[in-house]
């Protein structure tokens, strides 16, 4: 759907689409640091003394209560409030999952310079064939889940084809899809599709508000690979250096099976999730990084404090429901 079209009369427009997601961009995530307080090796007991993050929390009273101040937000918990909070976790099952096998993104970008040559020079050996973002969705049992969706696209892709030819530039884009291909499910994620020059990828569920921050330090990855190691390769082949911008959004979406079984069929993700985030990437400057406001909300403190809120483009249709424009923000560290 185009961020100009109005809708028809019974029709569903972007503001009540995204009120229908409202658990998702309203939601807050509570962020906390822990410390070890005593712990018994014999029995594997471990106590742990719990605090409210004060890079992002203050505390304060007002009319004689204590309340936290939440800076990024604007909002005041209330101290009964977070204390509520902390009991309830201890009594919800937890889950973590963790980036795979890259423990520091320079040096796994330092390990595929080699590799990046080749691809660049047109030396590598064609990949091979295999579908895991198909083999995971056809295992989906649920009509809905929840998503952080990336959307990433070359820039002016289509001027660099007409002054390099198609031979350079497909080798160039392609040695940035695979790079950022292969990125992906160490952090969990999958490419959804390929879409002209870029391509739109998603971190599923379970640990919703994990899989925020994994999409988000993947986004980061694959804009590293991109600047501190394809574009050297292109610039030492005097080729151009091609651009490109990220999108991030997160919320529910349904999986569903679309096409023909006699001619292609596939399982899909649909919504306002995934447009949003092809939408918030289009916003994005040459190399940049941006987020929409249900991602932020999602991400830990330790990401947040490097995110800058911007105008929405004066065409932007999206609204939350008090009829506020849906926040979009940028990621001032990871600028051209």
């Known amino acids: 759907m185009e961020s100009t079209d109005r809708p028809k009369e019974g029709e569903e ?21 822990t410390r070890v307080v005593k712990a018994n090796p014999e029995t594997g007991e471990v106590e742990f003394l719990i605090q409210p993050d004060p890079r992002r929390y203050e505390l304060q009273e ?43 993104a320079d040096a796994y970008i330092a390990s595929r310079i080699d590799a990046i040559d080749e691809m660049v020079r047109g030396e590598a050996a064609p990949p091979s ?20 969706i990336l959307s990433l696209d070359v820039v002016d892709s289509t001027k660099h084809l007409q002054e390099i ?18 990125v992906l499910p160490m952090f969990h994620g999958f490419v959804l599709a390929y879409v002209g020059d870029g391509l739109i990828a998603f971190f599923p569920e379970p640990s919703f508000m994990r899989k925020n921050d994994l999409a988000f330090d993947c986004a980061l990855t694959i804009r590293s690979l991109v600047y501190d190691a394809i574009h050297p390769s292109l610039a030492s082949q005097g080729l151009p250096l091609l651009d490109v ?11 569903v099976t679309t096409g023909s079984p006699d001619v292609k069929s596939q399982r899909d993700i649909r919504g306002i999730v995934v447009s949003m985030a092809k939408k918030i990437e289009g916003t994005a400057e040459p190399g940049g ?14 990401w947040r404090q490097f995110l800058q809120r911007v105008d929405a483009p004066d ?13 979009i923000y940028m990621v001032e560290f990871a600028q051209r």
């Not at 503001?15 to 961009?25: I, Q, S, V």
């Not at 895991?132 to 989906?140: D, M, T, V």
């Not at 990084?289 to 330790?302: D, F």
């Open 315 to 327: 065409d932007w249709p999206y609204r939350n429901p008090d009829g506020q424009p849906y926040g």
């Open 13 to 33: 427009g972007p503001r009540d689409a995204l009120a229908k997601r409202r658990d998702y961009f309203s939601s807050r995530r509570f962020d906390v640091i």
């Open 289 to 302: 990084i941006r987020l929409g406001e249900a991602t932020v909300r999602n991400l830990h403190t330790g």
């Open 165 to 182: 030819g198609e031979e350079a530039f497909n080798r160039i884009v392609g040695t940035i899809l695979y790079e950022a291909s292969e």
């Open 62 to 104: 007002r009319d004689g209560e204590k309340w936290l101040y939440d800076r990024f937000d604007d909002v005041y918990i209330a101290d009964s409030a977070w204390k509520d909070l902390i009991r309830q976790a201890q009594e919800t099952p937890m889950s973590y999952e963790r980036q795979e096998e890259i423990d520091r």
């Open 129 to 148: 064939l295999r579908d895991k973002s198909q083999e995971f969705l056809r295992r989906i049992d649920e009509s809905e889940l929840g998503f952080v």
């Open 245 to 255: 911008r990220i999108g991030l959004e997160a919320g529910a979406a349904p999986v």
